[in-house]
C-alpha cells in the first residue's frame, strides 16, 4: 500500500513536470468545490452517491464472504452487454442506451451467479475455483463478443469499451438519474432490512432458528450487490468496479468493532474515495476513471491500515515495541531480585495498557 | 480448414503452449484452494511488468519476468500483511490487493503509453495471438529450417518454449514436495520441504506463466486456463497424478479446439475470425461444464443414475420387508391394496413390477407372496434390522419404542454386518425372532 501511495505520488508529480500547471490546479480546485459546469457536477455527484452505496453494502457483501462473488458476477457481465449490443443492432436501435445494455449485463452477469452455486451445490469444486472459472470462462465469452463487434459492427465497439475501464466523462445526465435512482432504493432497502441483514451476516443459523426467511434476505443481499455492480459499471469499469464494494468496507474494519459505524464508515470513504476519483478523472481525462476511484480509495485504505487508532500498522508496532520494552524492564527488575528470576515474563502478561 | 504456416502455425503453437503450461500449475492452485491468489496474481503482474518496462525501457524477457516474479511476491506477501493486520477474511484482503494493483498497472500503461506506443493495454488484457505472424515462412517444407526463416520466428514462442519447459521440469522435479505440500502443508513443513518456500516457487512460477502468457491470451484469460482444465480433471479422477495427465491433456485440446474455434468456424460463414484468447477461454469453460455433467463418478449424471439405482434397490427392500412381516404375522399373501395401504416409498406399481422381473415376488393370480430368492433376501434384511435394534438399544440406552425408525435406515447398509458387534441374539427387542445368517452359496 505504501507503494501504492508512493507511486500515486509520483504520478501526481510526473504529470507536474509535463502539464500540470497553475491552470490545472485551478481547475482541480474548481472541479473539487463543484464549481465546473452542471454536467460534470452531476457525474461527480452521481458518483459519489454510488460509492456510498457500494460502501453500505460492501459491507454485508464482505461479511457475507461474497466479495470475489462480485467479480465475478462483474466479469460475467461482458458477454451480456456484448449481445445487448448486438441484438439492439439487430432489431434497429440504437445499441448504446444505457438501459439496454444493463439488462443484458444483468442477464449473464446473474446467470455467472447461478452457475458459481450450482458449482458449489454440485460439491466437488470448492468457492474459489467456482469463482475464478466462472470469471475467466465468461469474460472470454464476453472478448469473443467483444472482437466480433469490433470486426463486424458498423458502429464499433465504442459504447462497449467504456464499460470494461470505466468512463465517467461519457455518462449522460440520464444516465446519472438512472444511477442515482438505482443507488437510492437500494440505499433504502438497506436502511429497512438493516436489522435482519445483520443477523442474517452475522449468524444465519441463529436467524434461522428465530424462523426469518435467511435465504430470502441472501437474496435480497445479492440482489443489492447486482444492482450496485450494474450501476457501477459505466463508472469504475467492469474488472475494478468490485473494488467499490471491498475497498471501503475493508478500510472501515480497520476504525470500528461496531457494525453500525462499521457501515457508515465504509459509506463515507466510499463516497469520499469516488468523489476524490471522479474529480481527478475529470481534470486529467485520459485516465480511465475507474482505476483512478480505485487509487484514490486504495490511498484510504492505506492511510486506513496505517493510521487508525487501534488496528493500524504504526499502532501496532508501536505497542509491539513497547511491549518488548516492557519485557526488559521486567527481566530487570527480575534480575535485581535474583532469587525470583526464572527468565523472561510471558509476554503481554504484564499490565501494559492497551 | 485452410490454415496457412504463417498465419497459423506460430498462434497455434502459443495457444497449445500457454493452455498445457497454466494447465498443469493450475492443478496444485485448485488442490490448495489458491484459485483465487492465481486470480490475484494474474490482474497484479501487469505493474510489475510496466514497473519493470518502465525502469530499463526494454521489453526483453528476462526483465518482464522478474518485474512478474517481483510483483507475485509483493501479491502474496500483502494479501498475507491486510488479511492479519485488518482482519479480513482472505478473499476481501485478496479483492484489495489486485484491485489497487491492477489499477495501478493500468494508469501506469496509460501513462507510458505517450512515450512508448508499444504498450496497449487493451492487448495485455485480452491477448494478440492473432498477431504472432511468421513473416519469414517458407513456401514449402523444404525451406523450413534455414537461417532466415528461423531468425523470423516471434521472440514471444521462444518464451513461452523456455517458461513452459521450466514449468515442467519444476513441477516434474519437485512433484513429491508439491503433491504433500498440496495435500498436509503442515506435514511437509515437518518432513523438511519448507511449505512455504513451496507457496513462494510455486506462487513466482504461476506469476512467470502468466508473463509468458500475456502476449497471446492477456493477463486475464490466463486465470481461465490455469483453472479450467485443472478442475475438469480433478473431477475425473482421484488420482493426483493421473488429474496432472489429464489436466494437461484437456489444456492441449483447449488450446487447438479455442483457436480453430476462433479463426476456422466463422470463416465457415464468410466471417472474421474473433478473438482466439476469448475462444480458448470459453472452450476450457464448456468442457468445464461438460465435465460436471457427465464426469464418471462425480457428473451429476453419474450422481442421478446411482441416486435412481440406490432408491429402487431400497424400495424393492421395502417391499420384501413388508410381505415378510405379513407372512410372519399369518397372512400368508398379500394383497394390492392392503401394501398400497402403508405404503411410502416411490411409486408401488413399478416396485413390484421390477421385484417380480428379478425373481423375488410371485404375483400369479392378484395376491403377492415371496419367492425363495426373495424369501432368503428379506431374512437377511429382517435379520439386520432387528439386530440393529438390538444395538440401538443395548449399546445406545435408545427406548425400544424409538428405535425402528434408524434401523430401517442401518438395514441397508451391506458393509456393515451388526452380528460382528453383538454377536447372534435370539429375539429383537420387541421380542420378535431374529432369523438366522444365510451362509454364503
Known amino acids: 500500500m505504501m507503494l501504492t501511495a508512493r507511486i500515486l505520488a509520483s504520478e501526481l508529480a510526473d504529470s507536474t513536470h509535463s502539464s500540470f500547471s497553475a491552470s490545472t490546479l485551478d481547475t482541480l480546485i474548481q472541479v473539487l468545490t463543484f464549481r465546473s459546469g452542471y454536467n460534470t457536477n452531476l457525474v461527480i455527484a452521481g458518483t459519489a452517491l454510488l460509492g456510498f452505496a457500494a460502501g453500505i453494502i460492501g459491507v454485508f457483501a464482505m461479511l457475507r464472504k461474497r466479495s470475489l462473488v462480485a467479480d465475478a458476477l462483474s466479469h460475467a457481465t461482458l458477454p451480456g452487454i456484448c449481445m445487448a449490443f448486438l441484438l439492439a443492432a439487430f432489431i434497429g436501435q440504437a445499441?448504446?442506451?444505457?438501459?439496454?445494455?444493463?439488462?443484458?449485463?444483468?442477464?449473464?452477469?446473474?446467470?455467472?451467479?447461478?452457475?458459481?452455486?450450482?458449482?458449489?451445490?454440485?460439491?466437488?469444486?470448492?468457492?474459489?475455483?467456482?469463482?475464478?472459472?466462472?470469471?475467466?470462462?465468461?469474460?472470454?465469452?464476453?472478448?469473443?463478443?467483444?472482437?466480433?463487434?469490433?470486426?463486424?459492427?458498423?458502429?464499433?465497439?465504442?459504447?462497449?469499451?467504456?464499460?470494461?475501464?470505466?468512463?465517467?466523462?461519457?455518462?449522460?445526465?440520464?444516465?446519472?438519474?438512472?444511477?442515482?435512482?438505482?443507488?437510492?432504493?437500494?440505499?433504502?432497502?438497506?436502511?429497512?432490512?438493516?436489522?435482519?441483514?445483520?443477523?442474517?451476516?452475522?449468524?444465519?443459523?441463529?436467524?434461522?432458528?428465530?424462523?426469518?426467511?435467511?435465504?430470502?434476505?441472501?437474496?435480497?443481499?445479492?440482489?443489492?450487490?447486482?444492482?450496485?455492480?450494474?450501476?457501477?459499471?459505466q463508472t469504475a469499469g467492469l474488472i475494478l468496479v468490485v473494488a467499490l464494494l471491498?475497498?471501503?468496507?475493508?478500510?472501515?474494519r480497520f476504525w470500528t468493532d461496531r457494525i453500525r459505524s462499521m457501515v457508515l464508515l465504509s459509506g463515507l470513504f466510499g463516497a469520499?474515495?469516488?468523489?476524490?476519483?471522479?474529480?481527478?478523472?475529470?481534470?486529467?481525462?485520459?485516465?480511465?476513471?475507474?482505476?483512478?476511484?480505485?487509487?484514490?480509495?486504495?490511498?484510504?485504505?492505506?492511510?486506513?491500515?496505517?493510521?487508525?487508532?487501534?488496528?493500524?500498522?504504526?499502532?501496532?508496532?508501536?505497542?509491539?515495541?513497547?511491549?518488548?520494552?516492557?519485557?526488559?524492564?521486567?527481566?530487570?527488575?527480575?534480575?535485581?531480585?535474583?532469587?525470583?528470576?526464572?527468565?523472561?515474563?510471558?509476554?503481554?502478561?504484564?499490565?501494559?495498557?492497551? | 480448414m485452410n490454415l496457412s504456416l504463417g498465419l497459423d502455425l506460430f498462434p497455434l503453437t502459443a495457444a497449445i503452449l500457454v493452455s498445457v503450461g497454466c494447465g498443469l500449475l493450475g492443478n496444485f492452485l485448485v488442490l490448495r484452494r489458491l484459485s483465487l491468489m492465481g486470480d490475484a496474481i494474474s490482474h497484479s503482474v501487469l505493474p510489475g511488468i510496466v514497473i519493470a518496462f518502465l525502469l530499463f525501457t526494454t521489453r526483453s524477457a528476462g526483465v518482464l519476468l522478474l518485474g512478474a516474479a517481483i510483483a507475485g511476491v509483493v501479491t502474496v506477501v500483502l494479501v498475507e500483511v491486510v488479511r492479519q493486520v485488518g482482519r479480513v477474511e482472505s478473499s476481501a484482503a485478496i479483492g484489495v490487493v489486485f484491485t489497487v494493483l491492477f489499477a495501478l498497472g493500468v494508469l501506469l500503461i496509460e501513462q507510458a503509453a505517450v512515450r512508448h506506443a508499444d504498450l496497449d493495454a487493451d492487448c495485455l488484457l485480452y491477448g494478440q495471438l492473432e498477431t504472432l505472424l511468421w513473416y519469414g515462412a517458407p513456401d514449402d517444407l523444404s525451406g523450413l529450417f534455414s537461417a532466415s526463416t528461423l531468425s523470423a520466428i516471434p521472440p514471444q514462442i521462444y518464451l513461452l518454449c523456455i517458461t513452459v519447459t521450466i514449468v515442467f521440469l519444476g513441477v516434474g522435479f519437485l512433484y513429491k514436495e508439491l503433491r504433500i505440500a498440496a495435500f498436509d502443508p503442515l506435514l511437509s513443513t515437518s518432513l523438511g520441504f519448507h511449505a512455504t518456500a513451496l507457496h513462494y516457487l510455486l506462487m513466482i512460477m504461476v506469476a512467470a506463466m502468466t508473463v509468458a502468457s500475456f502476449e497471446a491470451v492477456g493477463s486475464i484469460l490466463v486465470i481461465a486456463l490455469l483453472v479450467c482444465p485443472a478442475a475438469t480433471a480433478r473431477l475425473l479422477t482421484d488420482r493426483l497424478s493421473v488429474q496432472l495427465l489429464l489436466s494437461v491433456v484437456i489444456a492441449f485440446f483447449c488450446g487447438i479446439g479455442g483457436y480453430l474455434g476462433a479463426t476456422v468456424v466463422p470463416g465457415l460463414w464468410g466471417k472474421d475470425s474473433v478473438n482466439a484468447a476469448g475462444a480458448i477461454a470459453t472452450v476450457a469453460g464448456g468442457l468445464l461444464a461438460i465435465g460436471l455433467l457427465v464426469a464418471p463418478r462425480y457428473g451429476s449424471l453419474a450422481r442421478w443414475l446411482r441416486h435412481r439405482r440406490n432408491t429402487s434397490a431400497i424400495a424393492i427392500d421395502d417391499l420384501l420387508t413388508t410381505l415378510y412381516r405379513v407372512a410372519e404375522s399369518g397372512g400368508d399373501r398379500c394383497s394390492f391394496e392392503d401394501l398400497k395401504a402403508g405404503w411410502s416409498g416411490p411409486k408401488l406399481h413399478q416396485v413390484i413390477a421390477s421385484a417380480s422381473r428379478r425373481g423375488m415376488i410371485a404375483v400369479e393370480g392378484g395376491p403377492l407372496s415371496l419367492t425363495p430368492n426373495g424369501r432368503q433376501r428379506a431374512e437377511e434384511l429382517i435379520r439386520r434390522h432387528r439386530l440393529w435394534e438390538h444395538y440401538l438399544v443395548d449399546e445406545a440406552s435408545i427406548p425400544a419404542d424409538h428405535v425402528h425408525d434408524t434401523a430401517e435406515v442401518l438395514e441397508h447398509i451391506e458393509a456393515i454386518d451388526p452380528a460382528d458387534e453383538i454377536g447372534t441374539p435370539n429375539r429383537d427387542p420387541h421380542g420378535k425372532p431374529i432369523p438366522p445368517k444365510h451362509e454364503e452359496g
Open chain 1, 95 to 233: 445499441g448504446r442506451t444505457l438501459p439496454v445494455l444493463l439488462i443484458g449485463a444483468g442477464f449473464t452477469g446473474v446467470l455467472g451467479v447461478l452457475c458459481i452455486q450450482m458449482i458449489l451445490r454440485h460439491g466437488r469444486l470448492r468457492e474459489d475455483v467456482a469463482i475464478t472459472v466462472v470469471l475467466g470462462a465468461f469474460f472470454g465469452a464476453g472478448v469473443v463478443g467483444l472482437s466480433y463487434i469490433q470486426a463486424h459492427s458498423a458502429a464499433g465497439s465504442a459504447g462497449i469499451t467504456r464499460f470494461i475501464y470505466g468512463q465517467a466523462a461519457s455518462m449522460q445526465p440520464s444516465d446519472v438519474v438512472i444511477m442515482a435512482w438505482i443507488c437510492g432504493i437500494s440505499l433504502l432497502a438497506c436502511m429497512l432490512l438493516f436489522k435482519e441483514f445483520t443477523i442474517v451476516c452475522f449468524n444465519d443459523s441463529y436467524a434461522r432458528t428465530l424462523g426469518w426467511p435467511v435465504e430470502r434476505l441472501d437474496l435480497g443481499i445479492m440482489a443489492l450487490i447486482v444492482l450496485v455492480t450494474l450501476v457501477g459499471l
Open chain 1, 246 to 252: 471491498i475497498l471501503p468496507a475493508a478500510s472501515a
Open chain 1, 272 to 354: 469520499t474515495g469516488c468523489w476524490l476519483g471522479s474529480t481527478l478523472s475529470a481534470v486529467f481525462p485520459r485516465y480511465p476513471t475507474g482505476a483512478v476511484i480505485v487509487l484514490t480509495s486504495g490511498l484510504l485504505f492505506a492511510l486506513s491500515m496505517l493510521f487508525a487508532p487501534r488496528r493500524g500498522l504504526i499502532h501496532l508496532l508501536r505497542r509491539r515495541g513497547r511491549l518488548q520494552l516492557h519485557d526488559l524492564q521486567a527481566v530487570a527488575v527480575h534480575a535485581d531480585g535474583a532469587p525470583g528470576f526464572r527468565g523472561l515474563p510471558h509476554r503481554g502478561s504484564g499490565s501494559v495498557d492497551s
